[in-house]
């Protein structure tokens, strides 16, 4: 595939976010809690989306800006949500 046609496949939020910042404005990676999820999957993901320097995974939710987890475990597990707030 090109890379027009992988843009393609790209979330709309992301399109915007990748335009209107650069890498360069970044000071620091985003810390990330992944709950179950595979922290090979969110590598991955970020591999191809070029981001794989700006995150950083923790395993101390309090450290976490971001807390990653599916909307079936958050439905499931109303704690991780009470925790994201």
Same mark, same amino acid.
Request: aromatic letters at 6%; glycine letters at 4%.
């Given at each position: 595939?090109? /890379?027009?046609? /992988?843009?393609?496949? *790209?979330?709309?939020?992301?399109?915007?976010?990748?335009?209107? &910042?650069?890498?360069? !404005?970044?000071?620091?990676?985003?810390?990330?809690?992944?709950?179950? &999820?595979?922290?090979? /999957? *969110?590598? !991955?993901?970020?591999?191809?989306?070029?981001?794989?320097?700006?995150?950083?995974?923790?395993?101390? &939710?309090? $450290?976490?800006? &971001?807390? *990653?987890?599916?909307?079936?475990?958050? $439905? !499931?597990?109303?704690?991780?949500?009470? *925790?994201? $707030?």
């Amino acid at each position: 595939m090109s /890379d027009d046609q /992988d843009e393609d496949f *790209l979330p709309t939020a992301y399109k915007k976010a990748s335009s209107n &910042v650069s890498k360069s !404005q970044r000071i620091s990676p985003v810390h990330v809690y992944t709950y179950n &999820v595979l922290e090979a /999957d *969110l590598f !991955q993901v970020a591999e191809v989306m070029g981001l794989e320097e700006d995150i950083e995974v923790t395993d101390d &939710v309090g $450290k976490a800006d &971001v807390i *990653l987890a599916s909307s079936s475990e958050l $439905k !499931q597990n109303p704690s991780i949500r009470r *925790l994201g $707030k």
